[in-house]
């Protein structure tokens, strides 16, 4: 493999905003490096997550962000495969963190609408919330109808009166 990378600069009307598409066998050091510089020269105000692993500080990029809860007294930040303490509030994050990605479900989580793979609106009136990763969480009731407005605000959900018309 060579260091070399070829880019293609397209250029049309079309596109309200610059979109990337990364074309590639399999995920690599360097891949995930293109990732991130373009992830912090486009979106600078949405910074990168500092967590606490066995002594060392480690930057989490908010795309990788499944969930952040409290358990307890203290606050974890879960990705795809791990799971991480961190310092701070839940208020503090909920400022910090993209708000078109992230939404306060409850006053224990902010969960990564982007890795949701599914909402079970229920009947009985509970929201669950299904990750890609295959953790499962729960909408208080009183943010059901926030996240309703959200997703149909941000993903085009709607109710069946209005999709009918």
Request: net charge negative; glycine share 4%.
């Amino acid at each position: 493999m060579t260091d070399m990378i070829d880019i293609n600069v397209i250029i049309d009307d079309k596109y309200v905003e610059p979109k990337v598409d990364i074309y590639t066998k399999s995920e690599t050091e360097q891949v995930r490096n293109i990732v991130y510089a373009i992830e912090n020269v486009s979106k600078s105000n949405y910074p990168p997550v500092t967590v606490y692993d066995e002594g060392k500080f480690m930057y989490i990029s908010q795309r990788d962000i499944y969930r952040i809860r409290t358990e307890g007294r203290n606050i974890y930040l879960d990705t795809k495969d791990n799971t991480y303490p961190v310092k701070g509030t839940m208020v503090g994050f909920e400022d910090e963190l993209d708000e078109e990605r992230f939404f306060r479900i409850s006053q224990s989580e902010i969960i990564n609408l982007y890795k949701v793979d599914c909402f079970d609106f229920n009947l009985a009136g509970t929201v669950s919330v299904k990750f890609d990763n295959g953790i499962v969480s729960w909408v208080a009731r009183r943010c059901i109808r926030q996240l309703r407005d959200k997703l149909k605000n941000s993903f085009g959900y709607g109710n069946r009166e209005e999709e009918s018309k």
